[in-house]
């Protein structure tokens, strides 16, 4: 049974920093591309940032988050500085074994429960 678990999430002032967490189990951690999605109440899921052979960020966030792994520990990362309010949202993680890269929901397998994000002003 596959497991991604996050962590790291809280509340933080605007400009300050977090960083996130997912292991996951069940998996062969390496063969998949990871990814971190937000969803804010009432909006839609949306793309933050992918890690495979190479990573890709959403505009937003270029410059202020940092995604990495460790396929030693089967976890995956995202450093997040200088948070905004509107960086305030539920984060998850999750998988894709997919041959193609992919910055949608469906392209992804396996999901975490999700850790919230909250940045005050």
């Known amino acids: 049974q596959v497991q991604l678990v996050e962590s790291g999430g809280g509340l933080v002032q605007a400009g300050g920093s977090l960083r996130l967490s997912c292991v996951a189990s069940?998996?062969?951690?390496?063969?998949?591309?990871m990814g971190w999605f937000r969803q804010a109440p009432g909006k839609e899921r949306e793309f933050v940032a992918r890690?495979?052979?190479?990573?890709v960020y959403t505009d937003s966030v270029k410059g202020r988050f940092t995604i990495s792994r460790d396929n030693a520990k089967n976890t995956v990362y995202l450093q997040m500085n200088s948070l905004k309010p509107e960086d305030t949202a539920g984060y998850y993680c999750?998988?894709?074994?997919?041959?193609?890269?992919?910055?949608?929901?469906?392209?992804?397998?396996?999901w975490g429960q999700g850790t919230q994000v909250t940045v005050s002003s």
């Open positions: 999750a998988a894709s074994g997919k041959s193609y890269s992919s910055t949608d929901p469906p392209g992804y397998d396996y």
């Open positions: 890690i495979s052979w190479n990573v």
């Open positions: 069940g998996l062969t951690f390496s063969n998949y591309a």
